[in-house]
C-alpha cells in the first residue's frame, strides 16, 4: 500500500480545512507561508553572476520541510495548492526546490492545482484539473524580490551614512512616502481665498419654502470668486431684495444611478477603512480567515472567495446564483434586467481572477450571526457589496427652478431631488473620500409653474474660505497609490505599517502626517535619487514587472536594465560630502525648517548669538537645527516645531536664580524645551533639567523651574532598609530610587508631595508586579503540531499570545477576546522565524563581545608590566644616584 499523497498548502487553516475534502488517500501540510527568503545581508543577490541569488531556509521552516520530505517518500503525488497569484506560485517554487536538492521527488509526479474558494466543490473541481507550475508567474516574483532586495540594500546604508538617524528606504515605499510629504506640503503652502455666496429663503403664494442661490448678476453667470468680500455680497442680497421675484423656468430630469463593481482588494481596503474604520493590515487578516474558513454548521468552509485579485468579473453560475438571491429577498424588480459587467479603472491592473464575492450568495449575514463580530462586518460588506452589482438602478428625478429678479438685473436657481425607485440603494451604498465631489442635490421642491411670483423671507450673504487638500486616509492613498500605478494592492498594508513603523509618518485622526524623518528621506531621495521616486517611473517599473509574468521579457534583462543606471547613480553620490547634503536639504525644506518670519527679518538668523545662521545638522539620533558658530553658540532646536507643540524658538529668561544670580532660561533643545542655569563656561557645564511631558509651556514660571533645577529630592529614609528614597524627574518621566531601583510616579507634581508612607507603598507594589506572572486573558487550547498549550496573557507590556519559550506580541488592532488559534499559529510562526534569524546575530556578538574583553585585558596587563617596569628602572636609578653622592 502506498504512502497517501501529499498536498502542500501555506497555512495550517487552510490544511486542517482541506484534509477534510479530500479524505484519508492526501496528507495536508501547511508550509506556513514562504519557506525560503534572501537573507538580510549584503550578497545575497550578485548582479556580477547574473543575479544569482542565496536563499536562507529558517530553522522551523526546515523542521517542517524534513517532515514534508518524510512524507513524499513512497507517495505517488505531490500537489501543490498555494494559493492563486505570484506569491503561491513562488511557496509552490521554493518547497519544490528545496525537495529536489533533498532528493525526495524521485518517482513522484508534481502538481499544481488552483481553486479561488476553499468549499468542497472548489477543492475537488481543481484537484480533478491539475496544471504544471507556471514559471513565468516565478519569474516575475524573482525579479520582483530581487529589485525589492537590490534597491533597500543598496540605498538604505546610503541613507545611514549620508543622513543619521534615517531606517531606511524601499522602492514603493519611498514613493508612498512622498505621496503623503507632497501632500503635507501643498497643505503648508495653501494660501486660503477668501469668496462669498448669497443664499435666499423663498416662498410660494401658497406659503410652500423653497431655498435658492445667487447663479447670475446682470445677465453674467457667477463665478466663485465673483462675490470676493462682504460690500460685493451685501450689494447683490440688497439687489435681490429690491425687485421682484419670478419663476423663469421648471425643469425635470429622469436620472440614474448604478452600483459599484464588486470587490478588488484594493477596493475592499478602501471601503472598510471608510465604513469600518479598518486598517489595510486588519482588512486583509480578517479576509484571510473568512477565505481559509469558519464555522458553517459545524463544519469549517471558506466563505469568500480568494482576498487578493484585481479582477471585477464573477463566473458565470455564481452569477446565476447572486440573480436568484436578489430575486427572492428583494424581488424580480430589483434584479437588473441583463447581466451588468465591469472592467476596473485602476493602471496595470491584473484581471486574472475573479472580484471578491461569497463562495454561497444564499449565505445571509445573519446566517452567520455566531462568527466574531469584525468578521461579520467585513464578510456583510462584501455580501452587500457583490449583491448591489447586479441590482437595478436607483431612479430618480431631478427639477431645476430657474427664478428672474427685477427683469434680469439677478438669477436665482433652486434644485431638487426625488427618489422614484431606489434599486440598489435599498442594499449598499457606497462610501466617499473628501475630494470625491458630487453635486448634492436639495430634497423634494413644491409644485410651481412659470411666470409664478415668490415672495422672500430671508436673504443672506455668507463668508467662505477655500481650503486645502485634506491629508490622506488609509483609504484615499490606497485609491491613489492604485491609480497611479505604483505597488501591488496585495501589498498596500504592509507598505503602510512598514512607514509607520520606521517612524517616517504617524496616523493621528486617521489621517497620515509625515513626521520630520520622513521628510528629510523624502527630501533626500528627490534631491539625489529623483528618478526613483517618480511616480511614473515606479509604475514603468510594475508594468515591466507585468511583462515578466506574461513571458514577454526576460527577468534578468529586466533587472540588468534597471541595475546598470541605478549602480551608477549609488557609486555618483558616493562622493558627496554630508555638508553638501545637508545645504541642498537647507534649501528644499526651507519653508517647513525655516518659515518666514513675521516681522520679515531673516528666519535663519540665529536667536541666540543673531550673528550665526541656523542651519540643519545630523547626530547620533537624526536631524536637528543648530547655529553655523558652533562651539562658541551651542544653539540649538528640533527640526521643525509643530503648531501647539511646545513652542519654544529661542532662549526666554524667566527670572533669576536667588542662589547664584544668573539667569534662568527656558530654551528649545534637539529632544524637547529644556531649563538652564547661566551660559555655558570653559570646561564649567551649566545646571539642566527637562521638562515634565504633563506640563504645558504656560505652566512653567520661575517658582516651579527652581524646583526642576532643585531635583533630585530626598523623600526620607526607608524604614525597612534605613537607605534614602529620591525623587526625580527622568528620561521617561517621574520616578522614585530606593537602593538602586526605580519606580514610576503617576505625575509630575507627586515629585515634590510625596511622603515617606506614600513611596514605601509604590515601591511595594513595584516588587509585586515584578513577582507577578502574566495572568491568562484567553486559554486557546493545545497546539496542533506541539500538544502544548497556548494562551493570551496580559503583559506589562500589551496582550501577547504564549507557546511554550515562544511570546508574540498581539497586534494593536487585534482584540485579545476574539484571538483565535489560528491566529495564535500565525502569530508564533512571525516570531519564530523573526528569533531565528537574531540567533546568528546574536552568537556574533557575544563572539565579539568575548573578544573585545580579552583585548581589554590584555591591554591592562600590558599596562602593568610597563608601569612595574617603569617603576623598577626609577629605583634602580634612585639607588645608583645615592651610591655615587655617598
Known sequence: MSAPNVVIVESPAKAKTINKYLGNDYKVFASYGHVRDLPSRNGSVLPDENFKMAWDVDPQSNKRLKEIAAAVKGAKKLILATDPDREGEAISWHVLEVLNEKKALEGVDVERVLFNAITKKSVLEAMAAPRDLDHELVDAYLARRALDYLVGFTLSPVLWRKLPGARSAGRVQSVALRLICDRELEIEAFDAREYWTVEAALMTTSGAAIAARLVSLDGKRLEKFDLPGEAAATAAAQTIGANDLTIASVTSKPAKRNPAAPFTTSTLQQEAARKLGFSATQTMQIAQRLYEGVDV??????????????????????????????????????????????????????????????????????????????????????????????????????????????????????????????????????????????????????????????????????????????????????????????????????????????????????????????????????????????YDFTADLEEKLDAVSEGKLGWQTFLGDFWTDFHVQVEDIADVRITQVLDRLNEVLAPHVFPPTEDGSDPRKCPSCETGQISLKVGRFGAFVGCSDYPDCKFTRKFSVKEGEDGVNEPTVLGKDPETGLDITLRPGRFGPYLQVGEMEEDVKPKRSGLPKDKEIPDIDLDYALKLLSLPRDVGIHPESGKKIVAALGRYGPYIMHEGKYANLENSDEIFTIGVNRAVVVIAEKKGRTRQTAAALKELGEHPETGARVAVMDGRYGPYVKHEKTNATLPSHMDPENVTMNDAIELIAEKEKKDAKKKPVKKKAAKKKVAKKKTAKKKVAKKKTVKKKTAKKKAETKKTSTKSEA
Open 297 to 534: 454548521g459545524g463544519e469549517t468552509a471558506g466563505v469568500i472567495t480568494y482576498m487578493r485579485t484585481d479582477g471585477v468579473t464573477i463566473i458565470g453560475e455564481a452569477l446565476d446564483e447572486l440573480r436568484e438571491v436578489v430575486g427572492s429577498e428583494f424581488g424580480a424588480n430589483y434584479v437588473h434586467p441583463s447581466v451588468r459587467t465591469y472592467q476596473t479603472k485602476a493602471k496595470n491592473a491584473q484581471e486574472g481572477h475573479e472580484a471578491i464575492r461569497p463562495t454561497d450568495f444564499s449565505r445571509t449575514p445573519a446566517s452567520l450571526k455566531h462568527i466574531e463580530r469584525d468578521q461579520l462586518r467585513l464578510y456583510e460588506l462584501i455580501w452587500k457589496r457583490a449583491m448591489a452589482s447586479q441590482m437595478a438602478s436607483a431612479e430618480f428625478e431631478r427639477t431645476t427652478i430657474e427664478i428672474d429678479c427685477g427683469g434680469g438685473k439677478a438669477g436665482l436657481r433652486a434644485t431638487g431631488s426625488v427618489q422614484i425607485f431606489d434599486g440598489f440603494l435599498k442594499l449598499y451604498q457606497e462610501g466617499k473620500d473628501d475630494n470625491d465631489t458630487e453635486d448634492e442635490d436639495g430634497g423634494l421642491l413644491p409644485k410651481v409653474a412659470a411666470k409664478d411670483t415668490l415672495n422672500r423671507k430671508d436673504v443672506t450673504p455668507s463668508q467662505h474660505f477655500t481650503e486645502p487638500p485634506p491629508r490622506f486616509s488609509e483609504a484615499s492613498l490606497v485609491k491613489t497609490m492604485e491609480e497611479l500605478g505604483i505597488g501591488r494592492p496585495s501589498t498596500y498594508a504592509s507598505i503602510l505599517t512598514v512607514l509607520s513603523q520606521r517612524a517616517y509618518v504617524v496616523l493621528e485622526n486617521k489621517r497620515f502626517i509625515p513626521e520630520d524623518k520622513g521628510r528629510l528621506v523624502t527630501a533626500f531621495l528627490e534631491s539625489f535619487f529623483n528618478k526613483y521616486v517618480q
